[in-house]
């Protein structure tokens, strides 16, 4: 799996911004898509995440702003609303993809980050 993130930037306290992730040449189906952040000093941590069958999680920390969805014409394809962005939400931000191969095991894909800088 190839997945291409895209949508970083700037923005001042209170903005907004969108990440796009698409995930190209899948061996085995997507079972989940999601997006993690690593902020300097920090372990990448989950933000959110979607599941083929559309249910989403969030870190307590971007409840209520951030929303996390998918493309209705490609599944593949996710996207990160951020609005009411924050200064500790500055991160690189990471597109992950996983794909069952079996049962009980499964392969986990990580896209290159784009970095989210939030100014006070």
């Known amino acids: 799996v190839q997945l291409q993130a895209s949508g970083g930037g700037m923005v001042h306290t209170g903005g907004s911004l969108r990440l796009s992730c698409a995930a190209s040449?899948?061996?085995?189906?997507?079972?989940?898509m999601g997006w993690y952040r690593q902020a300097p000093g920090k372990q990448r941590a989950l933000v959110a995440l979607?599941?083929?069958?559309?249910?989403?999680?969030y870190s307590d920390s971007v409840k209520g702003r951030f929303t996390i969805s998918r493309d209705n014409a490609n599944k593949n394809t996710i996207y990160l609303q951020m609005n009411s962005l924050k200064p500790e939400d500055t991160a690189v931000y990471y597109c992950?993809?996983?794909?069952?191969?079996?049962?009980?095991?499964?392969?986990?894909?990580w896209g290159q980050g784009t970095l989210v800088t939030v100014s006070s």
């Open positions: 040449r899948p061996t085995f189906a997507i079972s989940s």
């Open positions: 979607i599941t083929d069958d559309g249910s989403t999680n």
């Open positions: 992950r993809a996983e794909s069952k191969v079996s049962v009980s095991s499964s392969i986990g894909y």
